[in-house]
């Protein structure tokens, strides 16, 4: 009997069996992928992964990042995000070296009560920290802390809006005009402005020279007799200073050294106090100075420092001038390129800028039409606390001399304006530039003799008596 052959016999029927039931099972899974859109609504598609065909898919399952067609179920290994950093704070600004941060200074017109004073303390937010009655403008002046960090011009905003205030402004930093150091010539300013023949006819007798500067020592045999009054502005303890002794010398010394009025008066005014920067003060303190020189019948501010503008300054400045005091500062050593300085580069006052030996600017001068006149200023041999004596460079030792030499003329010629004696030594000035003014050495250098020899006072006669010395 033939054997009837069975299709569905043997391992090759079996085998296409099993590969057709595996396509019917995996053609669902097949069709419902080619159901889904990349970044459809129901499903969250990431990177691609290997599709794996033994899984079936529901369009409402979540499932993890597609990397590389290979679908990966469920979420990744739970990871701990990075720690926060904590944003980086921004640099602190540098303080601005023109005036005092976290500090306003108010005027308030007369001597106002404290009731007053506190109000509008407390209306402001501020802190008062110290006032001072300033007759030379007739008014009130006061420091005030800003406690809370607003910024100063913020705060001198919202004052100059108060009607009960008369002027609020920053309090501004003032720096003494030297430096320290340099060669010893033995005083070569005298030859230069030609200051022994001035002292033939005048030493600067009966005249009184407020220096407005750092802390002076007056027990300096140099300056044995010379200091008249002394006033500390700064109600300070410090010790007498390099800078303010050595400008006192300029004007006055009397011993080794020869200075350039030795028989005049000084008034001692300690308005500037040690700091990390050097000797500074402030627009509060310089008033405080000015105020002191005008009471006590100063007919000469010598003011050896210099600073940026200021209004309240100013207006102390033209009140002196108002009452005939010659005011005389240094032009400053911020260099040719820099802006005015204040005071020297103010209306009322005479500017001085400094030469050496060889009659050249000082390189860190400043320079402008402010500069009336020039001076010995570099390598100056001058007085230091406690009996020594020292070398410095700077405008500050020009205006000294300048100082000095208007002592002489009023004690030649007591009835001097500030105004004659300015004109005086612009035109009796040496050229040192081209042909007339410039702004290096304004009108030129100073000449002692030829200034004191221009102010003679005229002969009395027996109808007209000489005019009392200004006060």
């Given at each position: 009997?033939?054997?009837?052959?069975?299709?569905?016999?043997?391992?090759?029927?079996?085998?296409?069996?099993?590969?057709?039931?595996?396509?019917?099972?995996?053609?669902?899974?097949?069709?419902?992928?080619?159901?889904?859109?990349?970044?459809?609504?129901?499903?969250?598609?990431?990177?691609?992964?290997?599709?794996?065909?033994?899984?079936?898919?529901?369009?409402?399952?979540?499932?993890?990042?597609?990397?590389?067609?290979?679908?990966?179920?469920?979420?990744?290994?739970?990871?701990?995000?990075?720690?926060?950093?904590?944003?980086?704070?921004?640099?602190?600004?540098?303080?601005?070296?023109?005036?005092?941060?976290?500090?306003?200074?108010?005027?308030?017109?007369?001597?106002?009560?404290?009731?007053?004073?506190?109000?509008?303390?407390?209306?402001?937010?501020?802190?008062?920290m110290q006032s001072q009655h300033i007759a030379l403008l007739d008014t009130t002046f006061y420091r005030w802390r800003i406690p809370d960090g607003r910024p100063v011009d913020t705060v001198v905003k919202q004052l100059s809006a108060d009607r009960g205030i008369r002027s609020a402004q920053r309090n501004s930093i003032f720096r003494l005009q030297d430096e320290?150091?340099?060669?010893?010539?033995?005083?070569?300013?005298?030859?230069?402005?030609?200051?022994?023949e001035a002292q033939a006819i005048s030493?600067?007798?009966?005249?009184?020279?407020?220096?407005?500067?750092?802390?002076?020592?007056?027990?300096?045999?140099?300056?044995?007799?010379?200091?008249?009054?002394?006033?500390?502005?700064?109600?300070?303890?410090?010790?007498?200073?390099?800078?303010?002794?050595?400008?006192?010398?300029?004007?006055?010394?009397?011993?080794?050294?020869?200075?350039?009025?030795?028989?005049?008066?000084?008034?001692?005014?300690?308005?500037?106090?040690?700091?990390?920067?050097?000797?500074?003060?402030?627009?509060?303190?310089?008033?405080?100075?000015?105020?002191?020189?005008?009471?006590?019948?100063?007919q000469i501010i010598n003011m050896s420092f210099a600073g940026p503008r200021d209004r309240l300054v100013e207006r102390g400045l033209a009140a002196a001038a108002a009452r005939n005091i010659v005011l005389v500062a240094a032009v400053g050593n911020a260099g040719p390129k820099?802006?005015?300085?204040?005071?020297?580069?103010d209306s009322h006052v005479i500017g001085v800028t400094a030469t050496d030996a060889a009659d050249q600017i000082f390189a860190k001068a400043n320079q402008g039409a402010y500069v009336a006149v020039a001076a010995p200023g570099v390598d100056i041999l001058a007085p230091l606390p406690g009996?020594?004596?020292?070398?410095?460079?700077?405008?500050?030792?020009?205006?000294?001399?300048?100082?000095?030499?208007?002592?002489?003329?009023?004690?030649r010629n007591p009835a001097l304006t500030a105004d004659e004696v300015r004109q005086a030594l612009v035109q009796s000035a040496r050229d040192l530039g081209p042909a007339g003014r410039d702004d290096r050495f304004g009108?030129?250098?100073?000449d002692a003799f030829a200034a004191v020899s221009m102010v003679a006072a005229p002969v009395a006669t027996a109808s007209e008596p000489p005019k009392p010395m200004p006060r």
């Open positions: 009997m033939t054997k009837r052959h069975d299709p569905f016999n043997g391992p090759k029927v079996w085998l296409l069996a099993a590969a057709v039931a595996l396509s019917s099972f995996a053609a669902p899974a097949q069709a419902q992928m080619r159901n889904f859109s990349v970044g459809g609504p129901n499903i969250h598609v990431g990177p691609r992964i290997p599709i794996n065909p033994g899984v079936r898919y529901s369009p409402n399952l979540h499932y993890g990042p597609v990397i590389e067609d290979r679908i990966y179920n469920g979420p990744p290994p739970s990871r701990r995000p990075p720690p926060e950093r904590a944003a980086k704070k921004p640099p602190r600004a540098a303080a601005d070296p023109t005036y005092v941060p976290n500090e306003v200074l108010i005027e308030i017109a007369g001597q106002p009560t404290d009731a007053q004073v506190q109000a509008i303390a407390k209306k402001h937010r501020l802190r008062p320290q150091g340099g060669k010893v010539p033995f005083q070569y300013a005298l030859a230069k402005l030609r200051l022994p030493t600067g007798e009966k005249i009184r020279v407020a220096v407005i500067d750092s802390g002076i020592d007056a027990g300096h045999p140099e300056l044995a007799g010379s200091i008249e009054a002394t006033f500390d502005a700064l109600d300070s303890k410090e010790a007498a200073h390099a800078h303010g002794t050595s400008i006192a010398g300029v004007i006055a010394a009397h011993g080794t050294l020869k200075g350039a009025a030795p028989a005049a008066k000084l008034l001692a005014i300690r308005a500037f106090g040690e700091a990390k920067s050097g000797a500074s003060s402030t627009t509060f303190v310089v008033l405080k100075g000015l105020d002191y020189a005008a009471a006590n019948g100063a820099s802006a005015p300085l204040f005071p020297g580069a009996g020594k004596y020292g070398v410095s460079s700077g405008t500050s030792l020009s205006a000294a001399y300048v100082s000095g030499l208007a002592a002489l003329m009023l004690s009108a030129g250098e100073a």
